[in-house]
């Protein structure tokens, strides 16, 4: 089944520890997305593609980076973890349009 | 700043009711609107989008648009308690990227 597929699905790491969080799809779809959601907060963009096109929000931290060596994979990097970063990491890809997400990479930071 | 407003709740209907979860949008230029059901710690998962003002029905789900009012609605016929989850509602804000509001939680009794 054509899907998105996120890894790990629990990452936990240390203050300031960097950590990489991955997330791959079979949908083949141009645009991917990395959001950030909090307990009963909205999904917040943090960055999408559009192909090769990044597009960085203006109010996502420094702390935070992207890469998307293909199509199929993308990954967030966290360089310097804090504990204000602890959330539910969600992965998104569209045709555009409608978006479809990953089951998401709960991060606790210690 | 572009916002997608809901109702935070809890709503809560009794099984077998109609359950009625409204959403507000900012940006009139937003062509596209999407509802997602998200159960506590899983990922949004896309239930309905619908593109032009008035009714879009799928099974016991029906999505409302007035886009004169930016009023989306959904409802949910013959709710029953796996229904339960918080509702995101999602504006279409062009240039690949949707604004979600931060849902409102459904409760459904037994």
Redesign the interface.
């Known amino acids: 089944d054509a899907m998105v597929i996120q890894n790990p699905r629990y990452q936990v790491t240390q203050f300031g520890k960097p950590v990489t969080l991955s997330c791959s799809q079979t949908l083949n779809h141009n645009?991917m997305y990395w959001y950030q959601q909090k307990s009963?907060?909205?999904?917040k963009?943090l960055f999408?593609y559009?192909d090769k096109d990044f597009?960085n929000e203006a109010d996502t931290p420094d702390n935070f980076q992207s890469r998307r060596p293909n199509t199929s994979f993308c990954f967030l990097d966290i360089r310097s973890p804090g504990l204000g970063d602890a959330a539910?990491y969600?992965c998104a890809t569209?045709h555009?349009?409608?978006?479809?997400?990953?089951?998401?990479t709960?991060l606790t930071v210690l | 700043q572009k916002e997608v407003e809901q109702n935070s709740g809890p709503l809560s209907v009794p099984e077998g009711a109609i359950a009625s979860l409204n959403c507000t949008y900012s940006d009139r230029g937003s062509q596209s609107f999407f509802w997602y059901r998200q159960y506590s710690g899983k990922s949004p998962e896309l239930i309905m989008s619908i593109y032009s003002n008035g009714d879009k029905e799928d099974g016991r789900f029906t999505a409302q648009l007035n886009k004169a009012s930016q009023y989306v609605s959904l409802l949910i016929r013959d709710s029953q308690p796996s229904d339960s989850a918080t509702y995101l509602c999602a504006a279409d804000t062009g240039g690949f990227k949707t604004i979600f509001g931060a849902g409102t939680r459904l409760f459904v009794k037994a």
């Open positions: 645009v009963s907060q909205a999904p963009l999408h559009y597009n539910m969600l569209s555009p349009g409608e978006q479809f997400f990953g089951p998401g709960r």
